[in-house]
């Protein structure tokens, strides 16, 4: 048999083509690598939609992980109107701004300071009290076995223990009303939630038994907060500036 020498083996075409072969493979591996761990850092920056990030991550996630990376909290970032009715430079405007929304001032702080103890965003309060009572504290709808009530719709059997009339008081109604639905941000963990055991109940969310009627119920409230955030953007947000340490001032014309 006849000998080849290991320098006529490297300069054959052949190997070459193998060894660029392989080096583009390496190439193709590490570029991948480097995709996959920035999807991660882009997704949990939350640089994308939830459904975005469903797409984009959902196969790579364990079940637990995805759940809580996909979550995103109320708190997750400064509510503008919150930092606003904090400030002394804003707050009146803010207080207008919702009284002539509700055409009542009483009703504007009840839910502008309930919303700041539980710290929910102003825009998604007012939203959800004019889909549950159009901002009349008188409302009720009866139900097959119990009464909504109030500025925030209170059920009897949720609570029992207050008198009739105050559920009508729209103190006491943003009061509980807020710290009701601070409790389904507890246990949903986001807005969607949220929303939804506030209206079913916790225990057909959790079971998965959501009825279309809620889902309809959250777009109208989540289409309601959109517009009215723009609306507060575009006549009272744009007339202030706020700073990195949360400083309000007003903008200077």
């Not at 970032?77 to 009146?92: G, N, Y």
């Not at 549950?132 to 719709?153: M, T």
């Not at 959501?210 to 959250?218: A, C, E, G, K, M």
Request: proline share 3%; hydrophobic share 40%.
């Amino acid at each position: 048999m006849r000998k080849v020498s290991l320098i006529k083996i490297l300069n054959s075409d052949f190997l070459r083509i193998g060894i660029i072969a392989l080096f583009l493979s390496f190439i193709s591996l590490f570029a991948l690598i480097l995709h996959v761990d920035w999807l991660f850092d882009t997704a949990l920056s939350g640089s994308y939609t939830d459904s975005e990030y469903s797409s984009f991550m959902g196969d790579l996630l364990s079940p637990d992980l995805y759940h809580k990376t996909l979550v995103t909290t109320k708190t997750a970032k400064k509510d503008t109107v919150l930092e606003l009715f904090e400030s002394s430079a804003a707050r009146k405007d803010v207080v207008n701004f919702f009284a002539r929304l509700t055409n009542d001032k009483d009703i504007a702080l009840s839910i502008l300071e309930n919303s700041w103890k539980n710290n929910i965003p102003p825009c998604l309060a007012f939203s959800l009290a004019w889909e549950e009572s159009r901002y009349k504290p008188g409302a009720i709808n009866r139900n097959a076995d119990s009464i909504d009530r109030g500025l925030f719709q209170l059920n009897s059997k949720s609570f029992p223990d207050l008198k009739e009339k105050e559920f009508f008081d729209p103190e006491i109604s943003a009061y509980y009303g807020l710290a009701h639905l601070n409790l389904c941000f507890d246990q949903g963990g986001n807005t969607v939630a949220a929303l939804a055991m506030y209206n079913a109940g916790a225990g057909k969310v959790r079971g998965n038994n959501t009825p279309q009627r809620t889902l309809n119920y959250i777009n109208r409230i989540l289409t309601y907060r959109d517009n009215l955030e723009n609306l507060f953007e575009t006549t009272v947000a744009v007339k202030y500036t706020i700073d990195e340490e949360g400083n309000v001032s007003p903008v200077v014309k």
